[in-house]
């Protein structure tokens, strides 16, 4: 009998590659700003907590709350108007996810993206794969590392976290999964290295999408 039959996905830097429009929502704050922006290198660290703690990690370190605040609004601005300039499922994801479709693995998305964003994009680039839930940062809900929404689409699976492998590209993922009592895959091709992953307590480490059928299988 299978181990996993649910599956539980990160979004950015795990299903899709939208690091190109988050950098360049975030630089545009910073020029409005008349600061420094910073590449796209040194936004992979950045990423990951949610846009509160994106915006915080790219400004000052003496920047005042209300000043954040304001920075977040204008981020958010910029994004509405970028967020599908350049983000893309990354190369044998579309082809992952109906493979999993054909093996009956049930499917979810927990991220720290707000959860408009989550669901959008998720409806616009895997128009025909058939999520249970997919979920961003609610409001009221706290984002991971807290466990409340990972568990709740573990419940709308109808199984239990021992049976649902979280996939991620960060040590938030790792950390998420493992306070949930889940099995954890790092990725590889995301936003964070290999070493993160491993020392965040990843229970499998996968370099391209169709590794992870090896797991399930």
Known sequence: MRKYKGIIFDLDGTLINSIEDIVDSMNE????????????????????????????RSLPENTKEEEIDEAVKLYEKFYEKNYLNKTKAYEGIDELLEKLV???????????????????????????????????????????????????????MELQPE???????????????????????????GFRSKEELISSGATYIISTPKDLLDIII
């Open 102 to 156: 054909e093996m009956d693995i049930k499917l979810g998305i927990n991220s720290n993206k707000k959860d408009n964003y989550t669901k959008e994009l998720a409806k616009k680039i895997f128009k025909n794969i058939p999520f249970i839930k997919v979920f961003g940062e609610r409001e009221g809900i706290p984002i991971k590392p807290d466990t409340t929404t990972m568990l709740e689409i573990v419940e709308a």
């Open 29 to 56: 704050v910073l020029n409005e700003y008349g600061m420094a922006t910073f590449t796209l290198e040194e936004y992979k660290t950045k990423i990951g907590s949610g846009i509160r703690n994106l915006v915080k």
């Open 163 to 189: 049976e649902v492998l979280y996939i991620g590209d960060s040590d938030v993922d790792m950390i998420t999964g493992k306070n949930a009592n889940m099995d954890t895959v790092g990725v590889e091709w």
